[in-house]
């Protein structure tokens, strides 16, 4: 099992990017997917996640609700994190994460709910 983000870069302020997370050795659409971040100094934090195809159901954090939008990419098999809005407290590495199951819960914060994680990738949102 691989999971591979990619997308980060610099971005200005109200800038917008998309993350990928492309997954290898699993049936990526059978599991929940989520975008963690760390900034540094603090603590890795939920960003959201999306439960497998067959339910669809999504959640964010407080904090980029609105702005951030997770989906499938099944042409690519792949989960993208469509960030709008950026702003430089968004700063951070972002990870993806597999989920050990297909469903999706109020504790999909937590790091116990999944079991494999991809190297991360680096947004900067700065003038």
């Known amino acids: 099992v691989q999971l591979q983000a990619s997308g980060g870069g610099l971005v200005q302020p109200g800038g917008s990017l998309r993350l990928s997370c492309a997954g290898s050795?699993?049936?990526?659409?059978?599991?929940?997917i989520a975008w963690f971040r760390q900034a540094p100094g603090k603590e890795r934090e939920g960003v959201s996640c999306?439960?497998?195809?067959?339910?669809?159901?999504?959640y964010y954090a407080h904090s980029v609700k609105g702005r951030f939008t997770i989906a499938r990419d099944k042409t690519k098999n792949a989960v993208t994190l469509q960030m709008n809005s950026l702003k430089p407290e968004d700063t951070a590495v972002y990870y993806c994460?597999?989920?050990?199951?297909?469903?999706?819960?109020?504790?999909?914060?937590?790091?116990?709910?999944?079991?494999?994680w991809g190297q991360g990738t680096q947004l900067t949102v700065s003038s």
């Open positions: 994460a597999k989920g050990k199951t297909w469903v999706v819960s109020e504790t999909w914060r937590l790091d116990d709910e999944y079991d494999y």
């Open positions: 050795g699993f049936p990526l659409d059978d599991f929940t």
């Open positions: 999306i439960s497998s195809s067959d339910t669809g159901k999504s």
